[in-house]
């Protein structure tokens, strides 16, 4: 497959990512492929039902785990999300997924193929199966976008009329037909990105590995190819894997999401659940920038003794989110509270919020009522503190 070669070939120069804005383009070339010892391969039956199952996945580089276990399955169909911080052990990941990559030890099921027990050449076909797009696009600057879109073709074997129609067909499945002759210097990089998807289509493939597919591009830019991903995902059925740093990405398409550190998957579900109540440290901070926090003014005014207000955090979601909280609230457990921030918004459709309540007094019992009332509605209750007055 395309993404197998690009990332051992060592010589064409690959286009870089121009700005929108016409920035300096950049040149990046891939890293290469990094040989490791294979390892008995773990003995685990498929089962049929996932495109990736990964079992017990471990890798180290010296004294450091770039994988510590990693098990994890990408149902047909699905677009899942894996997010970590730079180091977490994403690119690995990703390696041993096509195989340029041997783990230590585990098992890599792709269609229910252990390719931890394939040679190099069995590989080949299999990589076919997985399209690759790159964060930086990896065009070959001396070949038109056709040329680009139907290199992988080329690269099998294919005759030159299979290969001109089906670069046609992905063209205009990504909207770019008019610049088949065009060269990627020319291009916008969201442009540059749309070849890049169609090349990894042209194969047929039966998964997609998205590694950092719009970290390079503008908010606009990068809304449009997240739609376009979600549009040939629901045209297509095309099984997507997107490993990304950028919580927002996950959050426009995917269905669920993995939550990678140090090598480890410390949480996993449904985008929306894993919004609503993330369970680990570390995604409660990528999700840092996107979910309402309390503002600083108000936060610098905390104490942890007693005040005139207390300061309640209020995390809803599903049906808890949908009704008249606050008002029945007011009924169930009469008395001054107000909302001091928050807000409501929805991901995957459902209704995710997260609220400030200020309660007033230092009544013990009141405030009892107030969270009593929230938890039996569903709400994941948090008392940040307390407020010498109004804020």
């Given at each position: ?72 399955t990408v149902r047909r169909g ?211 920038g996107i979910r309402p926090q ?98």
């Amino acid at each position: 497959m395309i993404g197998a070669w690009l990332a051992e070939m060592d010589g064409p120069r690959l286009s870089g990512p121009p700005s929108r804005l016409r920035g300096t383009e950049t040149d990046r070339e891939m890293n290469q492929h990094v040989t490791a010892e294979r390892a008995d391969p773990v003995r685990i039956q498929p089962t049929g039902r996932e495109v990736v199952r990964l079992v017990g996945l471990k890798r180290r580089f010296g004294a450091t785990a770039a994988l510590d276990g990693v098990s994890l399955t990408v149902r047909r169909g699905e677009i899942l999300g894996i997010i970590g911080r730079s180091g977490a052990g994403k690119s690995t990941l990703i390696r041993c997924l096509n195989g340029l990559e041997r783990p230590d030890s585990g098992a890599v099921f792709i269609e229910d193929r252990e390719i931890g027990r394939l040679s190099e050449r069995e590989l080949q076909p299999l990589r076919r199966r997985i399209g690759m797009v790159f964060q930086h696009f990896n065009l070959l600057s001396a070949k038109t976008v056709e040329e680009n879109v139907a290199l992988p073709l080329k690269i099998e074997g294919r005759p030159r009329a299979e290969r001109l129609a089906r670069a046609a067909e992905l063209l205009q499945l990504v909207g770019l037909s008019e610049k088949a002759n065009a060269y990627p210097a020319s291009l916008s990089g969201g442009q540059k990105q749309r070849v890049g998807i169609a090349r990894a289509l042209a194969a047929r493939p039966a998964l997609l590995l998205s590694d950092e597919a719009t970290s390079a591009l503008d908010p606009e830019t990068t809304r449009s190819i997240l739609a376009l991903l979600k549009d040939i995902n629901s045209r297509l059925g095309l099984t997507i894997l997107l490993i990304t740093h950028e919580m927002e990405v996950i959050r426009s398409i995917a269905d669920r999401v993995a939550v990678i550190d140090a090598g480890r998957i410390v949480e996993e579900g449904a985008v929306w659940q894993v919004f609503a109540n993330p369970k680990s440290e570390i995604t409660r901070s990528l999700l840092g920038g996107i979910r309402p926090q309390l503002p600083p003014e108000i936060a610098s005014q905390l104490i942890a003794g007693e005040g005139a207000e207390t300061i309640l955090r209020i995390d809803v979601a599903g049906e808890a989110a949908r009704g008249a909280l606050l008002s029945d609230l007011a009924v169930a457990a009469p008395g001054r509270f107000r909302l001091v921030h928050g807000g409501v918004d929805h991901v995957q459709g459902q209704p995710v919020g997260t609220l400030f309540l200020a309660v007033a007094g230092a009544e013990a019992a009141h405030l009892a009522r107030v969270t009593t009332f929230l938890k039996d509605r569903g709400a994941r209750v948090e008392v940040l503190g307390h407020v010498a007055g109004p804020v």
